[in-house]
């Protein structure tokens, strides 16, 4: 198949124009679905947006230039304010300043360039069959060979060739996707291998690798900490033969970026970037939590479609994440990671010491040494291409 | 298609495995719900779907996985056909490719799978006649030498679709007759739900 007829496949007819949400979704036929944000704010909640807009603008500088300052400083601010979600002019920006993104692509000048237009990938046609597939109801990827398109594939491809061993993999267009939204296509890229490579946190390259070893992992843990935490809605689960692959794969695998309410999406997004996976299984479990008493009920069939299609009200961000950090799982995650790569071995004993662990990474992290000398890592890694 | 209330509904696991752009979801969504999109959005990880379908005073109740279609995704497809009493192995017309990956997938249920599996090789797109790549007379010929049944099928015009699934239902309750009561047959193993719905999907 060559590349012309992967495109016919795809042939859009002419597009319609339709209402879109704020974030630019087309809103379905009959809208009633809200984009989370409520419609005509008050004057009182306008200044309150502005404030919080100044303090976020003080707490950058400008292009970020205070940030590191900042970040030493006032991690715990810095947190908080990040949970309480970043303002949506600001978040592209503070996402590059918090996920490494931006020292890898000023320690990389030229580099994107080179691999998307002077490499070939052998993931190519895969590419390009789904780009179409990939938020086709957002009006900047619905255009055939639009700009949002193009990116996209750009993206994409210089991933495939960046990482050879890991190509392109369905999903990654999801991340890809959502990033363009509210960067320049180079900084999304970056900020893809930044996570993928692993600039602050542990690399999540293992959730795209051959036998999708990460997924296996976290759906794992997943699967402890739900009968650990919620045993009555696991057993059910057990009951019923639901596996968290049924409906958890995709969490990970996308970072809920994949069939998720987009409002959702970007405030889990703000946390993730900064605290890592973490944020994942704990809003997983507050879905769980949230529907709980609702699931235990429910038989096989109506329980699957309970797990993709949360109510409205699971979905609020001011409900959902509350919820979300009052699950304490970062020690037990550790446990469950050392348990999964050599099962057998005990763990009970052994808890307290490691529960200071995370917590030394934690600040290491934001106090920059780590950044530092993961990302050295990753431009060698791009050295090394050259 | 409608199931009627009141006579014996019988649960069977089916899953659709096939390359990337086959149109797995498509087919589905054409069947479970009658409709069709341009752009179906890729399946990451996978999606469920049930329907039921009356064959004579009979009904089946297809508990359906639709599978993403990426090679790196195969370590997932297992859990998903494992148990099956029947799978649609996809691909498309107008793409080779596809239709050798379909060759692998049925390999794959012939070494791996149940052997009272259901097998049904689906030439899907087959609205596309102008770009047709893969001629129906080869894949026939490979059904008959692979014991599949097979269809070319259109998501897109709903061409032979709701047939596959009701070729596959009349032999799902063919082989429940048979000697061998096991047959590719997934009994009901839940506590049956007294409410038949029409169609539910979750994806």
Redesign the interface.
Same mark, same amino acid.
């Given at each position: 198949?060559d590349k012309k007829?992967a495109f016919?496949?795809?042939e859009?007819?002419p597009a319609p124009s339709r209402a879109v949400d704020r974030f630019g979704f087309i809103k379905p036929e009959q809208s009633n679905s809200p984009d989370g944000i409520p419609k005509g704010k008050s004057i009182h909640e306008r200044e309150r947006e502005e404030r919080r807009i100044r303090k976020w603008r003080k707490m950058i500088g400008v292009g970020g230039s205070d940030w590191k300052h900042y970040v030493r400083r006032n991690p715990h601010v810095v947190k908080r304010r990040i949970r309480k979600g970043i303002p949506d002019c600001l978040r592209g920006l503070v996402w590059q300043l918090i996920s490494g993104s931006r020292d890898l692509l000023l320690m990389n000048p030229g580099v994107y360039e080179t691999l998307v237009i002077y490499e070939t990938s052998a993931s190519e046609l895969?590419i390009i069959?789904?780009i179409?597939?990939?938020?086709?109801s957002h009006i900047f990827f619905q255009q055939r060979h639009g700009p949002g398109q193009r990116s996209l594939y750009n993206i994409l491809k210089a991933y495939s060739v960046y990482d050879r061993d890991v190509g392109y993999?369905?999903?990654m267009?999801?991340i890809a996707g959502l990033l363009l939204l509210y960067m320049s296509e180079e900084d999304a890229f970056w900020l893809l291998v930044a996570l993928l490579k692993g600039a602050v946190h542990a690399p999540m390259e293992g959730l =795209?690798q051959?036998? #999708?070893p990460l997924?296996?992992q976290y759906l794992s843990q997943f699967e402890k900490l739900v009968i650990e935490l919620m045993p009555k809605l696991g057993q059910h689960f057990v009951e019923?033969m639901i596996?968290p692959?049924?409906y958890a794969?995709?969490w990970f695998?996308?970072v809920f970026t =994949?069939?998720f309410p987009f409002h959702l999406t970007l405030r889990v997004w703000d946390v993730f970037l900064y605290e890592g996976i973490k944020v994942v299984f704990q809003v997983g479990l507050a879905l769980l939590r949230f529907c709980h008493d609702d699931l235990v009920k429910l038989?096989?069939?109506?329980l #699957?479609?309970? #797990?993709?299609?949360f109510p409205e009200e699971a979905t609020d961000p001011d409900v959902l994440l509350p919820l979300a950090f009052s699950f304490k799982v970062s020690t037990r995650l550790e446990e469950l990671h050392k348990e999964y790569q050599n099962p057998g071995a005990g763990t009970s004993e052994t808890s307290s010491s490691k529960r200071l662990q995370p917590l030394i990474a934690k600040t290491m992290s934001r106090v920059g040494s780590r950044v530092v000398s993961n990302l050295t890592a990753v431009s060698n890694l791009t050295a090394d291409r050259k | 298609m409608a199931a009627n209330a009141g006579n014996k509904i019988r649960n069977a696991k089916l899953v659709l495995l096939g390359d990337?752009?086959a149109g797995k979801s498509s087919l589905v969504l054409r069947f479970v719900k009658g409709q069709f999109?341009?752009?179906?959005?890729?399946?990451?990880? &996978?999606?469920?779907f $049930?329907q039921t379908l009356a064959v004579n005073d009979e009904t089946v109740k297809f508990?359906i996985w639709d599978t993403?279609?990426?090679e790196?995704?195969h370590?997932?497809a297992p859990?998903y056909y494992r148990g099956a009493a029947a799978a649609i192995v996809v691909y498309d017309i107008?793409?080779? &490719?596809s239709f050798t990956r379909a060759k692998k997938w049925v390999q794959e249920l012939q070494a791996q799978g149940n052997p009272n599996t259901i097998v049904a090789l689906a030439g899907n797109k087959a609205d596309m006649l102008d &770009?047709r790549?893969v001629p129906a007379e080869e894949a026939k010929t490979y059904a008959q030498e692979n014991g599949l049944f097979f269809m070319e099928t259109s998501a897109k015009s709903a061409i032979n679709v709701n047939d596959i699934f009701y070729e596959i239902a009349k032999r799902l309750l063919q082989g429940q007759q048979a000697p061998s009561p096991q047959a590719g047959m997934v009994l009901n193993q839940?506590?049956n739900?007294r409410m038949v719905s029409s169609s $539910?999907?979750? $994806?």
């Open positions: 198949m007829k016919d496949d795809t859009p007819g895969e069959r789904d179409s597939r990939t938020f086709p993999v369905q999903g267009g999801f =795209y051959a036998g #999708l997924v296996q019923e596996n692959s049924m794969s995709q695998i996308t =994949y069939s038989p096989f069939e109506k #699957l479609h309970s #797990l993709r299609n | 990337v752009g999109v341009e752009f179906q959005e890729s399946t990451i990880g &996978a999606a469920f $049930s508990e993403a279609g990426q790196r995704y370590s997932l859990m107008t793409n080779p &490719a &770009a790549q839940r506590p739900e $539910s999907c979750c $994806s």
